[in-house]
T-cell receptor
Framework: DAKTTQPPSMDCAEGRAANLPCNHS???????VYWYRQIHSQGPQYIIH???NNETNEMASLIITEDRKSSTLILPHATLRDTAVYYC????????????FGTGTRLTIIP | EAGVTQFPSHSVIEKGQTVTLRCDPI?????LYWYRRVMGKEIKFLLH????????ESGMPNNRFLAERTGGTYSTLKVQPAELEDSGVYFC?????????????????FGEGSRLTVL
C-alpha cells in the first residue's frame, strides 16, 4: 500500500467545519483513498472513500486533488462526538489486500 | 442489521494462561479480519479469512496465536500461552464480497474489540 502522511493532531471548534488533510504522493492509479475514525474505546468506523472524484455522504465529504496526491476529509459541522483519531488509508480495490492503519490525526472538538 | 460482536469485552489473565476471543461477523459477510492494538502502538493487521479459509495470516505475531473460522461463520482467536506483550485490544472486522454487495473492498465493519490484559 502507498503510505500516507497526516498531522498528528488538530483542534476544531464545535459547530465549525473540520478539515483533515492527508498526503499520499505515491498513490497508484488503482488505489482508493479511505477514511476511518476511531472514537475512544470503540472499534474503527468507516467514514468514506473515493478514487478521484469528490465524494459526500451523510458523515463527511472527501475532496481529492486532481493529481490525487493529497485529499481532505471535511466534517461540515463538527460536534463533540466527532472527537476521535482519523485515519487516511490508501488501498486498491482488490479484496485480498489488507487495510493498513497508520498513526492518524487526533481531532479534538473544542466546546 | 446486527453488527460485528466480540466476546469477551475484557479479559484479565495471568502470563502463561490461555485465552480465546470470539468474533461473530455480520451475517453473510465472507470476509473476516482480526486486528490488534497494543498500548501506544498503531492498529495492526493479524489475519484475514475468506469464508473458512485463511487468505492472509502475515500479521500473526508467532505460533502462540491460533485463529479459526470453522464453517465460515464465527471466528476464534486463541492465545496460548499468553505473554505480557500480548496485552492490548483485539478487533474483529467483517465485510461482504465486494462484487456482490456493491460495497468497496476496503469498507470494513469493526466490532467494539476485546481488551486483553495479561498480568
Amino acid at each position: 500500500d502507498a503510505k500516507t502522511t497526516q498531522p498528528p493532531s488538530m483542534d476544531c471548534a464545535e459547530g465549525r467545519a473540520a478539515n483533515l488533510p492527508c498526503n499520499h504522493s505515491t498513490i497508484s492509479g488503482n488505489e482508493y483513498v479511505y477514511w476511518y475514525r476511531q472514537i475512544h474505546s470503540q472499534g474503527p468506523q468507516y467514514i468514506i472513500h473515493g478514487l478521484k472524484n469528490n465524494e459526500t455522504n451523510e458523515m463527511a465529504s472527501l475532496i481529492i486533488t486532481e493529481d490525487r496526491k493529497s485529499s481532505t476529509l471535511i466534517l461540515p459541522h463538527a460536534t463533540l462526538r466527532d472527537t476521535a483519531v482519523y485515519y487516511c488509508i490508501v488501498k486498491s480495490n482488490f479484496g485480498n489486500e489488507k487495510l493498513t492503519f497508520g498513526t492518524g490525526t487526533r481531532l479534538t472538538i473544542i466546546p | 442489521e446486527a453488527g460485528v460482536t466480540q466476546f469477551p469485552s475484557h479479559s484479565v489473565i495471568e502470563k502463561g494462561q490461555t485465552v480465546t476471543l470470539r468474533c461473530d461477523p455480520i451475517s453473510g459477510h465472507d470476509n473476516l479480519y482480526w486486528y490488534r492494538r497494543v498500548m501506544g502502538k498503531e492498529i495492526k493487521f493479524l489475519l484475514h479469512f475468506v469464508k473458512e479459509s485463511k487468505q492472509d495470516e502475515s500479521g500473526m505475531p508467532n505460533n502462540r496465536f491460533l485463529a479459526e473460522r470453522t464453517g465460515g461463520t464465527y471466528s476464534t482467536l486463541k492465545v496460548q500461552p499468553a505473554e505480557l506483550e500480548d496485552s492490548g485490544v483485539y478487533f474483529c472486522a467483517s465485510s461482504p464480497h465486494p462484487g456482490t454487495s456493491g460495497r468497496a473492498a476496503g469498507e470494513l465493519f469493526f466490532g467494539e474489540g476485546s481488551r486483553l490484559t495479561v498480568l
